[in-house]
């Protein structure tokens, strides 16, 4: 679909890059050139993946554990990843969610959804531009969002409220940072299956039909969730910039997602409460 080497001579940062969408970005990424640093909380996990990578690439692929909810450790992961050359394109891709009726959140809960998803964007948004504008370097951020930034989300407030926020930023920054030279885009996934995304938002029990209507009749593919984001984070997409591309099939024109779980019973959202899964 792309030119070869479309991405090639670019350093790309894909926070949450060990599971998921954000494998499935690095994986593109590294066939058309890139050179790839992911990073999470869990090593090993991210350690098999760049193992994987490197067995399919002969991309450079490192890994970096962080925790992006602290702010001095993300500092620490751009200062490791700066040491070796200055990165072109930062990718906001880690978060977290779970499905929940609000009143019973406690604000802990909330926290564990906000941290990572709003606070982790910004902090290495933000580590990343300062670095980007001090060394005169052009950078490219790109943020993984929802469309629940456009219809809202009953049941994952949280992760509604804080993909929202980092809409606002990429918007904002767009005009602050553009004449600096960095590019802010950002991408709304409909649902596209993952570990994470089905252990959190689809417990058994949960309506099996939303699928089908999807206005394409399918969940999306992992491989074109990845040229999305190559084009965008690439020199090809250099005029946009503070722009959000919907990629669902068109499912938040006639759905927010969440509806089936407005005829969910008191004793389902409890069973669901006793029976969480952790990320
Ligand atoms: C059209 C269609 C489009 C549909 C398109 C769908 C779009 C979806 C958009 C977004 C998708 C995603 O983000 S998908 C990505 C999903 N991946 C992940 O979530 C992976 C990362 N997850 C995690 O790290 C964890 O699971 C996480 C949820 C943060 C909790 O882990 P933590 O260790 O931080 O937290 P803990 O210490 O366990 O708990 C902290 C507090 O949170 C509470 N808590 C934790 N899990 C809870 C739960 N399931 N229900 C209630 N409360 C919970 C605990 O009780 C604690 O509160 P107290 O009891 O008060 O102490
Ligand atoms: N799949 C879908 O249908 C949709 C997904 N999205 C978005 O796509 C992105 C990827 O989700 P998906 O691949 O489905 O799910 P995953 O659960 O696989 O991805 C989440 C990633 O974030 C990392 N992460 C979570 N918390 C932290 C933290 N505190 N510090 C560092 N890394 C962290 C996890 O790694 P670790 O646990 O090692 O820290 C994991 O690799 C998310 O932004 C999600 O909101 C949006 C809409 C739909």
């Known amino acids: 679909m792309f030119e070869t080497g479309l991405l090639r001579g670019k350093r790309i940062l894909v926070t ?17 050139g890139a050179e790839l640093v992911i990073c999470g909380r869990k090593l090993d996990r991210l350690e098999a993946t760049a193992s994987e990578m490197r067995a399919q690439s002969s ?4 890994t970096i554990a962080c925790d992006v909810r ?10 490791a990843t700066w040491r070796e050359a ?43 531009g300062k670095r980007w504008i001090d060394g005169r370097h052009n950078g490219v951020v790109l943020s993984i969002l929802s ?13 509604a409220m804080a993909k929202s926020a980092v809409l606002a930023m990429t918007k904002s920054l767009a005009v602050e940072w553009g004449p600096k030279g960095i590019r802010t885009v ?20 949960r309506d099996e039909g939303w699928s089908a209507r999807n206005p394409m009749g399918r969940t999306g593919e992992h491989s074109e969730l990845a040229d999305l984001a190559s084009f965008l984070v690439s020199d090809r ?33 409890a069973e669901q409460r006793a029976a969480r899964s952790k990320g």
């Open 186 to 205: 950002a991408i709304a996934p409909g649902p596209f299956p993952t570990a994470g995304a089905s252990g959190q938002l689809r417990p058994v029990g």
């Open 70 to 79: 602290d702010g001095v450790a993300v500092d620490e992961m751009m200062d």
């Open 147 to 159: 469309t629940s930034t456009i219809t809202g989300r009953a049941f994952t407030v949280p992760s």
């Open 86 to 128: 200055p990165l072109d394109i930062l990718v906001n891709n880690a978060a977290a969610t779970f499905i929940a009726q609000s009143e019973h959140l406690s604000f802990r809960a909330a926290d564990a959804v906000l941290a990572p998803t709003l606070h982790g964007a910004m902090y290495c948004t933000l580590a990343a």
């Open 237 to 269: 997409a250099g005029y946009i910039n503070g722009e959000m591309v919907v990629i669902d099939g068109g499912a938040h024109l006639r759905s927010s997602g969440a509806e089936d779980l407005l005829r969910w019973t008191d004793a389902q959202w």
């Open 16 to 32: 949450g890059g060990g599971s998921g969408l954000g494998a499935a970005m690095g994986r593109r990424f590294l066939a058309l």
């Open 59 to 62: 991309g450079k692929v490192t």
